[in-house]
């Protein structure tokens, strides 16, 4: 779909990360879903494009591309495989976005180079066991000792919790400040659990990045979807970060991961508009060749109906996406409407996928086709980077202000 905040840069680059993505991902994607395998030699062919660093100066190793390019890069891979569109985005938006936004120079020169090339992973560690949507019930806590803070507690479904080798993550520093306000961001480092892996393929290890003891991942979780993600718990077992980790203002951390999250939606809501349009393409190509009581089904008025829903649909979350892209982009406030693109992208992207695998009937129901893996990929859209709940809940709160308390 064309759209009138597209230059000729945005098509260029779109035509770009869509070849890679019908070259390189497509025919591995079944593959790796069904090994919940993690897609290295498709990491390193990313790095390589410049999608690990698409929005970042080309001074800190980035693409120097915009953000629209940027949410076009996840919206294209999604179209594709969502796993993959995972990485690209909890790598960019949750990992490194926080770093660019609130790091020191020192920090940023340190970090962004080796994320935005590929060199490691990044990941962003909020949740936690008793802390999900209550992402300010955080109970890691961070003890001041010498020139280091004293880390103890686990972060749980980590997007690069194994992979991974720097995290923003959040723990508590002032357990006297009310809830929200004594949570402080570090920015700590553990080698990837995927050594051998990382050597074959010549990305995602950086053994000249100085990594904080004590931290290390736990189980990978076995996902309904995402499968070739790697989401897993991330440990601190008195855990050394160096005081200079810090990120942004101490006691601050839960008003910048918050923010974090606000941009986080957008990318998420590219994703799940990614999943939808790939699985209406592919009820497209189905419907058109599938043929029963003599004709294509795509001739049936029934099937007329689904299809020409699910076009309007996805042009409606087109515009909602772009559109909080371009408020971002622009610096202008984005909050609301980036819950309301993430909110009816990712329930659309259940509607469309749940509709795909009945048009296509039995053969859908099979990993034959792609349009299942994209039912299961699609759920967690409504639920990571903040529930469909939670996402009313910011709307409604943008909408009311101070009538809410
Ligand atoms: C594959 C995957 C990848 C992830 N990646 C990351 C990551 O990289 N970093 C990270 O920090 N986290 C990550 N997460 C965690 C994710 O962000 C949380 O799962 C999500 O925020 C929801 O938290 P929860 O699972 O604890 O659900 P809960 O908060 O326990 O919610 C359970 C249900 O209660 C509802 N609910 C809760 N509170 C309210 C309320 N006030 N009003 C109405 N309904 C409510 C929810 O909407 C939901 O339906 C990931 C999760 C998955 C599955």
Redesign the pocket.
Known sequence: MDSPLFGPEHLEFRDRVRAFAQHDIAPLARALDQESRFPWDNVKGMAALGLLGVPWPKALGGAGADYLSYILTIHEIAKVDASHA?TVS?HTT?ATSPIIEFGSDAQRDTFVPRLAQGRVLG?????EPG?????GGTKTTAVRSGDHYVLNGS???????GVGEVYVVTARTDPAAPRTHGITAFLVTKDTTDLSETARAGVGHDATLPKCPGVKAGKR?D?L??RA?D?RELIFQDALVPAENILGTPGQGFRMMLQTLDAGRIGLAALALGIAEGAFEQCIAYTGSRTQFGKPIASFQGVHFPLADMATEIAAAHHLVYHAAWLKMNARPFRQAAAMAKLYASELAMRVTTKAVQLHGAAGYTSEYPVERMMRDAK?CE????????Q??VIARSLLGDLID
């Open positions: 995972i909890a949750l990941g962003f560690a909020l949740t802390a999900g949507s209550d992402a972060k749980l479904f980590i997007t690069h919790g979780e996902k979807g995402w993600s989401t967690i639920i990571g980077e903040g529930t469909s709940e939670i009313r809940i």
